[in-house]
């Protein structure tokens, strides 16, 4: 009886042995992208503009994502929403220096639910969004130092002189569009988002664009992750860069990549 | 007057019983196993017949035909258990007052502790107690409960030779004093013959005699069943 | 000498004040249950067992979300509240609330060993004795368990103190209201720079879990067993 049980557990071994180098043969690429990137990416995923088979796509905070890949998560690329994230996540080691090229960009808007009465604008100070806010309401908006939606919405604010008053009244999230949702769902009044974000939602309406020299450029900045870096990832980075791509991007509300400033 | 008529069913074992008796003192007589602890139970409501009727002094604790089914704490009874059950956490003052009924007489507490000379140790808990001492604790808070009848389960059992004697002792006094209904578990013949008026015999859970304690004392059945209980007195 | 900074602080006094609020919320409803569990028996006892269990098994995201549609302004519940002026939604009563679901099913599973581990054949003579059952189960039964009181008090606690998923979900953060010191280490964590600042929360939120297990295991293993019943 004991003979057979070692052959079974061989075969077993071998089995799975086999199994796991199928798997891993056949493994499709992971793209750690940041929250806002969801629809689009998704999308261009299911339509197989990003290669077959299609890409297995990771969203959260930018912030998030970038600290996960500094401690050897197992991304193939990254797509940050802002420069600082990817800036450390290269400080770390992390990225394929080389092959960093800036995405996408994208515009803050200030939102409200599709069916809310108020139009407010953000030409007359921090007293309309108060007064849109009432008693009880709050400013749904991204982490402020941590999510990149969240700290440039902070710096237009500031620069609009509007942060200080805001900030109490403000109701922060782990990411993007989480701020999104909850404007959704009717649980705040306003909210600061992407403008991709905003059309992506039926549900939202648009009530004004943040400036954007009111913050620093957003810019979507996407690399290859160190040790994964091989033809099929460069093949998958062309496509995301392609004018097929963009198209989608566009449609989704994002803008061409910002120019670099240095 | 005690009236018994019950059916019982408890697993494997069944029940049945039927007997009325108004002797004052009565033992439920009978090896272990037989029936009797069951019976106490189901007067005192912890456990429910299947039909019948458990009356004492005409006032019905339980009645299947008569929809009545009194919950334990409204038979008022006084149950002594085999295992003593005192309330580990309070001391032995607090546990012989728990079952006490607020209008009562700070000399009936008295007398009690005097009767079943438990003054010594009121400020202690039961853990640093004998097996005597937790016995007659045990009945005085069922005493102090001023209760309608008094159950006693197999009060001498466990009991090593010198605290039997000690509470065999109490409860002798106990019934010279008070005039309380009492209805008696035993296997123990001569606890019965101290204490009882009326004996009724159970065996394999029916009903096998019931009669006055001179006549089970003489009887050849009484003594009979005295061999029995004693060898087949298992746990 | 200052340990933490202000905001720190702040968060740490939050994350007290939340879950000893969500904790003695919780205890009453948990208690009720946890006897329900013990002590009687009713049809469909088994689903109602899985249904207390739930936040324990459940995401905590989706526990959040879930409470955010219940409680959350314009939801079943949080419609009502809003009227009466006491909505909960992004406020530190909100944060309570969702460290208290949280930490519950725990509070019931400990409480109800604690009961259970009492023996019957007391609670039955206090019954002979005339108690009726609250006397019964404050007299006796809760009394006698005490120490798996505790020990389900400590480690709701600690539950209800390390609290995040549910509550970023429910009420966000909002410092000062709803910034608990888990979501707080959760920022710092994710800000260049704020290493040194999480690795202070991080020991904090150590010490606090080690104080509450060893509670929890001084309560349980001298409580011991209480003479088990034949």
């Given at each position: 009886m004991r003979r057979i049980q070692r052959l079974v557990a061989c075969v077993m071994v071998v089995a799975t042995g086999a199994l796991a180098a199928a798997m891993a043969a056949a493994a499709p690429p992971t793209i750690f992208a940041a929250a806002s990137l969801e629809p689009a990416l998704d999308q261009l995923a299911h339509d197989g503009a990003l290669g077959s088979p299609a890409p297995r796509l990771v969203f959260a905070a930018s912030s998030a994502l970038a600290r996960q890949i500094e401690n050897g998560a197992p991304a193939d690329v990254f797509i940050s929403a802002d420069e600082r994230w990817m800036d450390d996540v290269a400080r770390h080691g992390a990225i394929v220096s080389s092959t960093r090229t800036d995405l996408l960009g994208n515009v803050l808007v200030l939102i409200a639910s599709a069916d809310a009465h108020a139009t407010v604008g953000l030409a007359h100070g921090p007293a309309p969004l108060l007064a849109a806010l009432g008693k009880d309401g709050r400013l749904a908006i991204a982490l402020p130092d941590s999510v990149p939606a969240g700290i440039y919405a902070k710096q237009a604010l500031t620069e609009l002189g509007m942060w200080q008053r805001l900030e109490p009244r403000m109701a922060m999230t782990r990411d993007v569009r989480a701020a999104l949702n909850l404007v959704v769902l009717g649980q705040c009044p306003l909210g600061i988002v992407y403008r991709s974000d905003a059309l992506s939602e039926p549900r939202v309406k648009v009530l004004a664009t943040l400036p954007p020299a009111s913050h620093k450029p957003i810019a979507y900045p996407v690399a290859i992750v160190t040790g994964h870096d091989d033809a099929a990832m460069r093949t998958l980075l062309a496509a995301l860069e392609s004018r097929q791509a963009h198209e989608v991007f566009r449609r989704w509300g994002f803008d061409a990549p910002p120019r670099r400033q240095h | 007057m005690i009236e018994l008529d019950l059916a019982l069913q408890r697993g494997e074992f069944s029940l049945e019983l039927a007997l009325q008796s108004p002797a004052r003192a009565l033992a439920l007589f009978g090896p272990s196993g037989c029936g009797k602890t069951s019976t106490l139970l189901a007067i005192a409501g912890l456990l429910c017949p299947r039909r019948g009727r458990i009356a004492?002094?005409?006032?019905?604790?339980?009645?299947?035909?008569?929809?009545?089914?009194?919950?334990?704490?409204?038979?008022?009874?006084?149950?002594?258990?085999?295992?003593?059950?005192?309330?580990?956490?309070?001391?032995?003052?607090?546990?012989?007052?728990?079952?006490?009924?607020?209008?009562?007489?700070?000399?009936?507490?008295?007398?009690?502790?005097?009767?079943?000379?438990?003054?010594?140790?009121?400020?202690?808990?039961?853990?640093?107690?004998?097996?005597?001492?937790?016995?007659?604790?045990?009945?005085?808070?069922?005493?102090?409960?001023?209760?309608?009848?008094?159950?006693?389960?197999?009060?001498?059992?466990?009991?090593?030779?010198?605290?039997?004697?000690?509470?065999?002792?109490?409860?002798?006094?106990?019934?010279?004093?008070?005039?309380?209904?009492?209805?008696?578990?035993?296997?123990?013949?001569?606890?019965?013959?101290?204490?009882?008026?009326?004996?009724?015999?159970?065996?394999?859970?029916?009903?096998?005699?019931?009669?006055?304690?001179?006549?089970?004392?003489?009887?050849?059945?009484?003594?009979?069943?005295?061999?029995?209980?004693?060898?087949?007195?298992?746990? | 000498m200052h340990l933490l900074t202000p905001a720190e602080t702040v968060a740490l006094a939050l994350s007290f004040k939340v879950s000893l609020v969500g904790v003695a919320c919780s205890l009453p409803v948990a208690v009720g249950c946890a006897w329900l569990l013990a002590r009687t028996r009713f049809f469909g006892k088994p689903v109602f067992e899985g249904l207390l269990l739930l936040p324990l098994i459940l995401?905590?995201?989706?526990?959040?979300?879930?409470?955010?549609?219940?409680?959350?302004?314009?939801?079943?519940?949080?419609?009502?509240?809003?009227?009466?002026?006491?909505?909960?939604?992004?406020?530190?009563?909100?944060?309570?609330?969702?460290?208290?679901?949280?930490?519950?099913?725990?509070?019931?599973?400990?409480?109800?060993?604690?009961?259970?581990?009492?023996?019957?054949?007391?609670?039955?003579?206090?019954?002979?004795?005339?108690?009726?059952?609250?006397?019964?189960?404050?007299?006796?039964?809760?009394?006698?368990?005490?120490?798996?009181?505790?020990?389900?008090?400590?480690?709701?606690?600690?539950?209800?103190?390390?609290?995040?998923?549910?509550?970023?979900?429910?009420?966000?953060?909002?410092?000062?209201?709803?910034?608990?010191?888990?979501?707080?280490?959760?920022?710092?964590?994710?800000?260049?720079?704020?290493?040194?600042?999480?690795?202070?929360?991080?020991?904090?939120?150590?010490?606090?879990?080690?104080?509450?297990?060893?509670?929890?295991?001084?309560?349980?293993?001298?409580?011991?067993?209480?003479?088990?019943?034949?």
């Open positions: - | 004492i002094d005409g006032h019905a604790l339980f009645d299947a035909d008569g929809n009545v089914d009194l919950p334990p704490a409204r038979r008022n009874l006084g149950v002594v258990f085999q295992d003593a059950r005192l309330f580990p956490h309070l001391s032995v003052r607090d546990n012989l007052r728990y079952g006490m009924p607020h209008a009562v007489v700070k000399d009936a507490f008295d007398d009690v502790v005097q009767l079943l000379e438990l003054s010594a140790f009121l400020k202690r808990k039961p853990g640093q107690l004998s097996g005597g001492q937790i016995r007659r604790v045990a009945i005085g808070r069922a005493l102090l409960r001023q209760p309608q009848a008094l159950l006693l389960d197999e009060p001498l059992a466990n009991l090593h030779r010198e605290a039997r004697a000690e509470v065999l002792e109490h409860l002798r006094g106990l019934k010279r004093g008070f005039a309380l209904s009492t209805i008696l578990v035993s296997h123990q013949a001569d606890e019965v013959i101290a204490l009882a008026d009326s004996v009724a015999l159970i065996e394999d859970g029916r009903l096998a005699a019931l009669e006055s304690t001179e006549a089970f004392k003489s009887s050849s059945a009484g003594a009979g069943v005295l061999v029995a209980a004693n060898a087949c007195a298992t746990g | 995401p905590p995201v989706v526990t959040g979300y879930v409470l955010l549609i219940v409680f959350g302004h314009h939801g079943a519940i949080g419609r009502l509240l809003d009227e009466a002026g006491l909505s909960i939604a992004f406020r530190w009563t909100g944060a309570a609330l969702a460290a208290a679901v949280m930490a519950f099913p725990l509070l019931v599973v400990a409480l109800r060993n604690a009961f259970e581990s009492v023996d019957r054949k007391l609670e039955n003579a206090a019954a002979t004795l005339g108690a009726g059952a609250w006397r019964v189960f404050f007299g006796i039964t809760l009394p006698l368990s005490a120490r798996g009181l505790v020990a389900g008090l400590a480690l709701a606690f600690a539950r209800a103190f390390g609290e995040f998923g549910a509550t970023i979900t429910f009420v966000s953060s909002i410092p000062g209201q709803t910034r608990t010191l888990p979501i707080a280490l959760y920022e710092l964590i994710s800000t260049p720079g704020g290493e040194s600042g999480a690795l202070r929360l991080t020991l904090v939120a150590v010490v606090i879990a080690v104080i509450a297990s060893l509670i929890a295991a001084l309560m349980l293993l001298r409580g011991g067993t209480r003479e088990a019943e034949a």
